[in-house]
């Protein structure tokens, strides 16, 4: 089955931060508080999709609460941060909104991504994921973290459910 059909399928797309909305650069700061990057292109598509109705949740290793307040503003509702073990995180995500892993996209792109891209329906990556992580994707995007491959999947999630066009978002 072609990433297309299984995209189509989808019912909760749950993303990595680092690496996957960010470049996965992390800037230390003089207080010791670490700051990382996001795309506004990425930032709209998921402010669109959660507007849509699209399930969206954010699982991280990470901890700081700028990403939190940040995808919150977006209108994600799932964010777990300091997920360790992502596939227990995302097992429970399942078991709460009643989605089958069939009916999931998960998009990461290092190491920790690996035990939930075996498990969900569509498993995703930006274009500079690492080796282990793209052989294992249905679809590795063109683009490169932080740099609009979370864009590229929920987009083309709206184009199939004629959602993307709607109200004042058309293509130039």
Same mark, same amino acid.
């Given at each position: 089955m072609n990433y297309k059909t299984r995209l189509h399928d989808i019912q909760l797309f749950a993303f990595d931060?680092?690496? +996957?909305? =960010? =470049? !996965?650069?992390?800037?230390?700061?003089?207080?010791? =508080?670490? $700051? &990382? @990057?996001? @795309? $506004? &292109?990425?930032?709209?598509?998921?402010?669109? %999709?959660?507007?849509?109705?699209?399930?969206?949740? #954010? +699982?991280? *290793?990470?901890?700081?609460?700028? $990403?939190?307040? &940040?995808? &919150? *503003?977006? !209108?994600?509702?799932?964010?777990? #941060? !300091? %997920?360790?073990?992502? #596939?227990? +995180?995302?097992?429970?995500?399942?078991?709460?909104?009643? +989605?089958?892993? @069939?009916?999931?996209a998960y998009m990461g792109d290092d190491l920790p991504d690996l035990p939930v891209m075996r498990a969900v329906g569509l498993a995703a990556c930006p274009q500079d994921a690492v080796p282990e992580i793209r052989a294992v994707a249905d679809y590795v995007s063109p683009f490169a973290g932080g740099a609009g491959c979370v864009r590229d999947v929920l987009e083309q999630y709206m184009k199939l459910h004629g959602i993307w066009d709607q109200n004042g978002v058309h293509h130039w």
């Open positions: 931060y680092d690496g +996957v909305f =960010s =470049s !996965g650069t992390i800037l230390l700061m003089p207080d010791g =508080s670490q $700051v &990382r @990057s996001a @795309s $506004v &292109r990425d930032g709209f598509a998921v402010q669109w %999709a959660a507007k849509q109705g699209v399930a969206i949740a #954010l +699982v991280t *290793g990470g901890k700081e609460p700028a $990403v939190e307040q &940040r995808l &919150r *503003g977006l !209108g994600v509702q799932h964010i777990h #941060l !300091g %997920a360790h073990d992502k #596939l227990a +995180v995302v097992t429970q995500l399942a078991a709460d909104l009643e +989605v089958p892993f @069939s009916a999931i």
